[in-house]
């Protein structure tokens, strides 16, 4: 991992189109700042890794409800 | 297998029928296409099926029938990645976990499936800031929803 020391206001340039900030910095927590292009998708870690975590958990269980579901055939069904 | 819905689209038999995540979705990555199997009789629920990996599978919902009032924003990076011409194109569904009872089952409204019908593309959006819960609850006193009308 490269890891750059940046102080507050101090930028970090990736990809000639990604620009991050350091915006403040204050008792233990840094604002970020991040310019990006609308195609480049953000998220905060803890999030997306929940996300993750949900689907783990619904993917293993979902191959033994889907037996339950699907049986007595596949039919039309109106969402 | 068909998935029908209120413009009487239908996803049939065939590989028309496949809907590719081009990024997968969080924790499979890997997994780009899936089905999706329904059957009337038994309840609301559509079955995610992975194409690849058959014992991958997903219990999903339209969230519409869990909370009434759902609503979140497709923005404009979804609905590039989707190709989204018009709203009337795209189909949401949610993923739904089972924890021990049917009654405990949650449905995740933190992150919907979003699916462009017509250019067979699916996501799953991610939504930041918002208050829908992961594992909120599918049989809740607010849920249309009955557990005796799902017919396990």
Redesign the interface.
Known sequence: MLVLSRKEDDKIIIDENIIITVVELHGGRVKVGIDAP????I??EE??H??????????N???M??K???????????? | MKLKCKNNYSLRNGSEEVITFFQGIPGFNDQKEFVFLCSKDKGPFIVMQSVEEENLAFITINPWEVLGDYRFEISDLVKERLAIKSLEDILVLAICNIRGRLMNMTVNLAAPIVINYKKRLGKQVVLENTDYQVRHPVFSVQSKLGVQKCLF
């Open positions: 609308a195609n480049i998708e998220h905060r999030i997306y929940k996300i993750e975590m949900e689907n783990r958990e619904a993917g269980n979902g191959g409800v889907k339950l579901i699907l049986k007595g055939g596949e039919e039309d069904v109106e969402l």
